[in-house]
């Protein structure tokens, strides 16, 4: 979503006369609904992200993760029975969140609606494939199921769920299995995710506890024959998480709010400013047609093991920063000197995903009066709770990192480049300075969000503007897409989990670890985006395990050269970082 924080007037904060909080009474959309009733209307975030859906500007994001099998069931004559102990182990996490059982009506119109799915065909958004070959055969099949499914759109938004899941395996190596999990962002964001592969843990744990061998591991009252009969409508409208707004004040500044709806909702497009330093001119929109210009997305990973995650973690905290602003201090270093972009981009903005999980109450109103208190686990819940935050690297910033790179003659993508190791370590020194310099003016833009959120809300944030100020998503975005990209790169961390999940106490201690499932690698990746960042940075982690990077880019777009030479330069700053860290920590 675009971001219009940035337009704040800092000035003492005026709650505008518009209510705090969104009810949940909103009318109702005039559209066909069939007999399904309507749950609710979608909110800011939700309607955006379906707009994106519809107009066909997103496509999926994926998170995807390995799981090693309990040793009863590795062999492949166990298949059938490993198949329907995790569509039952996928159709209880399900039952439990809503979002994963709703539909959208209305969702080329301007009032979208959640409405109860009666049931969901586990047979059909559970796809199986084995994979012939070893081990590159599999990686090079997972590679390109990957690129598959994050170009593969959600078209059937009312009859179907906004999610679905690939499960690789290898005929080779039959101990483990790879699982993707594809999300309509307006139903599910990253966390969302992690919370369900956690949950879905759990409940293959439970499996393990002796389940499997009982009565109830062929029965469940609500799944049969693949098909999962969902919560009756009663239940789900009443369970069913409400936006952000509905839970949280999102209070803006008036004269903030004033100048965004002029600048961003009335101006014609062919009015808009065209000469912003830090828009992305170098990487103009281009809409996608199936015939001419199809929506592709390029997808590169970057695996690390955990002795650099380690490291890069340890130098960050040396340095005041945190992973996430280390990753934007890379990108910015890697991307700036590129001979493609000098002459196009004096200066960036970028973006970053935060998680408001934290700052919504336990209790929140509800009901159509908004009388009726309600309970939600903020931390474990699914559905779309994350705003953006933009940074920018100025003019002065990007000036000096491409004369250091210049300098030092390590310049990103330059085939004749000599190794970190050659080049001067002067040179070397402060351009690892100025990696941190760029972390930590992130670290204390995502600090200063934080700290925004306060008894009258989250002050200025961008829900607050487009919960006000945009009415219909859809024409908003249709005007965007004539104007020129604001953000060069994003970078969305699922963070360092910890995925035990939570074993039955039945399961003996002696051999549980190997023979009990686990998660064993975790990664994310961002399809392209049409109208928002030209770069998708994507992060994750298993406590103890890799650390995976994904870095994305539409097609057409990005040139294949700049971002192939993109993705090295971060690699190679990335371990330059790390082995700094690592020469310090060996002089202790």
């Not at 679905?164 to 309509?184: C, G, K, P, Q, Y």
């Not at 990005?558 to 990335?574: I, N, P, Q, S, T």
């Amino acid at each position: 979503m675009p971001n219009y924080a940035r337009m704040v007037v800092h000035r003492q904060l005026c709650v505008d006369s518009q209510p705090s909080v969104r009810k949940e009474g909103r009318e109702r959309p005039n559209v066909s609904l069939d007999d399904s009733p309507i749950i609710r209307r979608l909110g800011a975030l939700e309607s955006y992200q379906i707009a994106l859906q519809t107009l066909d500007l997103i496509r999926s994001n994926v998170v995807f993760c390995r799981f090693a099998l309990p040793k009863r069931l590795v062999p492949a004559a166990r298949h059938y029975d490993l198949v329907n102990e995790f569509e039952r182990a996928v159709a209880r996490v399900v039952l439990a969140h809503p979002h994963m059982q709703v539909g959208i009506a209305g969702a080329k119109t301007s009032t979208p609606s959640w409405v109860r799915l009666d049931r969901i065909n586990l047979g059909k958004v559970i796809k199986w494939q084995m994979v012939k070959g070893g081990h590159d055969a599999f990686q090079k099949e997972l590679q390109q199921a990957l690129n598959r499914e994050a170009d593969t759109r959600f078209t059937k938004f009312r009859v179907e769920p906004g999610w679905r899941i690939r499960v690789l395996r290898s005929e080779a190596d039959t101990s483990f299995i790879e699982i993707l999990l594809m999300f309509n962002h307006t139903h599910l964001d990253g966390v969302s995710c992690k919370n369900f592969y956690r949950e879905l843990l759990t409940h293959l744990h439970a499996s393990d506890s002796g389940l499997h061998n009982s009565s109830q591991a062929s029965h469940h009252p609500f799944l049969c024959n693949h098909i999962l009969t969902l919560s009756p409508a009663s239940a789900l409208a009443a369970s069913l998480p409400p936006p952000p707004e509905y839970m949280l004040p999102f209070p803006v500044e008036p004269t903030a709010f004033e100048h965004f709806f002029k600048q961003e909702i009335q101006i014609p497009s062919s009015q808009y400013p065209r000469d912003v330093p830090t828009h992305a001119h170098w990487a103009p929109i281009q809409l996608t047609n199936p015939d001419t210009v199809p929506f592709r997305s390029q997808i590169r990973t970057m695996i690390f093991p955990a002795s650099i995650a380690e490291e890069l973690v340890q130098a960050c905290r040396k340095q005041g920063a945190t992973l996430t602003a280390l990753l934007h201090g890379i990108a910015l270093v890697s991307l700036a000197p590129l001979s493609e972009l000098e002459a196009k981009a004096d200066a960036f903005a970028f973006l970053t995903p935060m998680n408001i999980r934290r700052f919504l109450p336990s209790l929140y109103s509800g009901g159509r009066n908004g009388c009726v208190k309600k309970r939600m686990d903020a931390e474990t819940v699914m559905g779309n709770y994350v705003t953006i935050i933009e940074h920018v690297a100025d003019e002065e910033l990007v000036s000096r990192v491409r004369r250091t790179l210049t300098e030092s003659k390590y310049v990103s993508g330059c085939d004749s480049q000599p190794s970190p190791k050659a080049a001067e370590a002067e040179m070397l020194s402060e351009m690892h300075d100025l990696i941190f310099v760029a972390a930590r003016r992130v670290r204390a833009d995502l600090a200063a969000k934080s700290e925004s959120c306060s008894r009258r809300g989250l002050e200025n944030d961008m829900i607050g503007f487009v919960s006000r100020g945009v009415s219909d998503w859809r024409r908003q975005l249709q005007e965007e897409v004539k104007r020129p990209r604001k953000s060069s790169w994003v970078v969305s961390n699922l963070g360092t989990t910890s995925m035990e999940g939570k074993p039955s106490d039945d399961i003996s201690e002696e051999g549980q670890e190997e023979d009990r499932w686990s998660i064993t690698r975790m990664s994310m990746a961002l399809c392209a985006n049409v109208v928002a960042s030209a770069f998708g940075i994507a992060v994750a982690s298993v406590k103890g395990g890799d650390l995976a990077i994904s870095v994305s880019w539409q097609e057409g777009v990005v040139d294949e050269k700049v971002g192939d030479a993109f993705v090295v330069a971060m690699e190679r700053w990335l371990r330059l970082v790390a082995e700094r860290q690592r020469q310090r920590d060996s002089r202790r």
